[in-house]
T-cell receptor, first 112, second 113 residues
Framework: GDSVTQMEGPVTLSEEAFLTINCTYT??????LFWYVQYPGEGLQLLLKATKADDKGSNKGFEATYRKETTSFHLEKGSVQVSDSAVYFCALRANQGGKLIFGQGTELSVKP | DGGITQSPKYLFRKEGQNVTLSCEQNLNHDAMYWYRQDPGQGLRLIYYSQIVNDFQKGDIAEGYSVSREKKESFPLTVTSAQKNPTAFYLCASSASGSTDTQYFGPGTRLTVL
């Protein structure tokens, strides 16, 4: 079945460091791909999305490119801030139906 | 201000009791979803509803029940049959079921004492 695999956390970075969180997926057809962010004690917020191959989603300095050839959707940010500390979830929505399938989440901690 | 509200934020239940979690949205979305989140894990789908008066089981529906009598409301009941109910529960909605982005509420943390 469809699945999403993320790099394990926690990831600890210093402020202004470059961030990459790896995400790979297994799915039939052409899924849509998402990154959500969860701050402590809160629900999930949509960070960015891409709906077809080679699309780049971007928001708040974060970017991710839908790579069909490598079945990946890695999240990147050029310079992280302390306020980016959160848990990041990669997810896919299969071609059929609205069900979201999530990775296990990657905790990011940014130190001043 | 449009959005999804969940109440209460924290809920405590004694073993053997049923409890109902509220989810309301004023986004005029057709589809609504309930997910369960356990520490260090991703979210798992409990139930979803693509239209009023209709809903389907997700991956972990056992021990849960839902209703969808109104477009804006999708309450989740955690029954005594749910063997391990302590978790963080998240409600989401989307404009339609199959193609639109899901937006999430703030969540309810349920603890069984």
């Amino acid at each position: 079945g469809d699945s999403v695999t993320q790099m394990e956390g926690p990831v600890t970075l210093s402020e202004e460091a470059f961030l990459t969180i790896n995400c790979t997926y297994t799915a039939t057809g052409y899924p849509s791909l998402f990154w959500y962010v969860q701050y402590p004690g809160e629900g999930l917020q949509l960070l960015l999305k891409a709906t077809k191959a080679d699309d780049k989603g971007s928001n708040k300095g974060f970017e991710a490119t839908y790579r069909k050839e490598t079945t990946s959707f890695h999240l990147e940010k050029g310079s992280v801030q302390v306020s980016d500390s959160a848990v990041y979830f990669c997810a896919l929505r299969a071609n059929q139906g609205g069900k979201l399938i999530f990775g296990q989440g990657t905790e990011l901690s940014v130190k001043p | 201000d449009g959005g999804i509200t969940q109440s209460p934020k924290y809920l405590f239940r004694k073993e053997g009791q049923n409890v109902t979690l509220s989810c309301e949205q004023n986004l005029n979305h057709d589809a609504m979803y309930w997910y369960r989140q356990d520490p260090g894990q991703g979210l798992r789908l409990i139930y979803y509803s693509q239209i009023v008066n209709d809903f389907q089981k997700g991956d972990i529906a056992e021990g849960y029940s839902v209703s969808r009598e109104k477009k804006e409301s999708f309450p989740l009941t955690v029954t005594s049959a749910q063997k391990n109910p302590t978790a963080f529960y998240l409600c989401a909605s989307s404009a339609s079921g199959s193609t639109d982005t899901q937006y999430f509420g703030p969540g309810t943390r349920l603890t069984v004492l």
